[in-house]
């Protein structure tokens, strides 16, 4: 059964700095990975997808990376913004019908 | 407009009530999803549809039944739910089994 499981569970950040968000999974065999931000009282905001062929993908200031073979990725946020300050998922596709499993989370602030 | 709209956005409810949480997609995409997402706990997966069929349901409880009349509108009845039943419902729709999610706000449930 896959697990995910994302650390921390939250994070605080000055203002500018650039931070690193995990997410470990257990089965490597997987479809593709997807990033997604919730705000509080809100739906999930889908950031980043990486197919399962693909190293990493980038938009605007983030960019994701997966290792596949060690069951990791990460979500690189530069120059942070309080606007940045928000939960961070990531999900793994492992199946059809998009069986997505999801982590607990990261809580990121980023203060002023 | 996120182009996958949820209602009500909050719902009090007694455990002998029934009432029904909708939802409709505005992106022409061929499958949706019912998720639950409990505090501290990853969102779970309750119902699938793709081209209005059930394709999964995930051992979810009888007390909810969910209608999918139409590719655009998705459905999820309620009756005698139990306290533990409070959570933010959140509905999500994908053009392909392997393709981005795109989720709504949610529908805050408490069971009282």
């Not at chain 2, 409070?86 to 392909?96: I, K, P």
Request: hydrophobic share 30%; net charge neutral; charged share 15%.
């Amino acid at each position: 059964k896959q697990e995910v499981t994302q650390i921390p569970a939250a994070l605080s950040v000055p203002e500018g700095e650039n931070l690193v968000l995990n997410c470990s999974f257990t089965d490597s065999a997987i479809y593709n990975l997807q990033w997604f931000r919730q705000d509080p009282g809100k739906g999930l905001t889908s950031l980043l997808l990486i197919q399962s062929s693909q190293r990493e993908q980038t938009s605007g200031r983030l960019n994701a990376s997966l290792d596949k073979s060690s069951g990791r990725s990460t979500l690189y946020i530069a120059a942070s913004q309080p606007g940045d300050s928000a939960t961070y998922l990531c999900a793994v596709n492992t199946g059809t019908a998009s069986k997505l499993t999801f982590g607990t989370g990261t809580r990121l602030q980023v203060t002023l | 407009e996120t182009g996958v709209t949820q209602t009500p956005r909050h719902l009090v409810m007694g455990m002998t009530n029934k009432k029904s949480l909708k939802c409709e997609q505005h992106l022409g995409h061929n499958a949706m999803y019912w998720y639950k997402q409990s505090a501290k706990k990853p969102l779970e997966l309750m119902f699938v549809y793709s081209l209005e069929e059930r394709v999964e349901n995930n051992s979810v409880p009888s007390r909810f039944s969910p209608e999918c009349p139409n590719s655009s509108h998705l459905f999820l009845h309620l009756h005698t739910l139990q306290p533990e039943d409070s959570a933010l419902y959140l509905c999500a729709s994908s053009q392909a089994y392997n393709s981005p999610l795109h989720f709504g706000n949610g529908t805050r449930l408490t069971v009282t």
